[in-house]
């Protein structure tokens, strides 16, 4: 499985933007799609954005046109660009890769360990 290290969270305000990169160790042509996840405590993990190979993106409403999800394939290397941040993406960010949309979907690809962003009003 591959190993996935997410980085780029922190405190900003509401308003501002980050950027969360999530590095894999093996060849990211392995995988069919990526995907973004995040968590809040008591809360179960909800989808946040995916890729697929070609490139397409899908975004829950409460993020599109906010966030945008991306890669660089010769860096190894998915980005999640975060716009526009409320209190309530507050969360831990997790990035997730698998051989198909419905892996990543499914929960069962290979996940990093998360980032925090806190976001204050």
């Known amino acids: 499985q591959a190993q996935l290290v997410e980085s780029g969270g922190g405190l900003v305000q509401a308003g501002g933007s980050l950027r969360l990169s999530c590095s894999i160790s093996?060849?990211?042509?392995?995988?069919?799609?990526m995907g973004w996840y995040r968590q809040t405590p008591g809360k179960e993990r909800e989808l946040v954005a995916t890729?697929?190979?070609?490139?397409?993106?899908d975004y829950v409403d409460a993020v599109k046109g906010r966030f945008t999800l991306s890669r660089d394939n010769a860096k190894k290397t998915a980005y999640l660009e975060m716009n526009l941040l409320k209190p309530e993406d507050t969360a831990v960010y997790y990035c997730?890769?698998?051989?198909?949309?419905?892996?990543?979907?499914?929960?069962?690809?290979?996940w990093g360990r998360g980032t925090q962003v806190t976001v204050s009003s």
């Open positions: 093996k060849s990211i042509f392995s995988f069919a799609a």
């Open positions: 890729m697929d190979l070609n490139g397409n993106t």
């Open positions: 997730t890769a698998g051989n198909s949309v419905s892996t990543v979907l499914s929960g069962r690809g290979s």
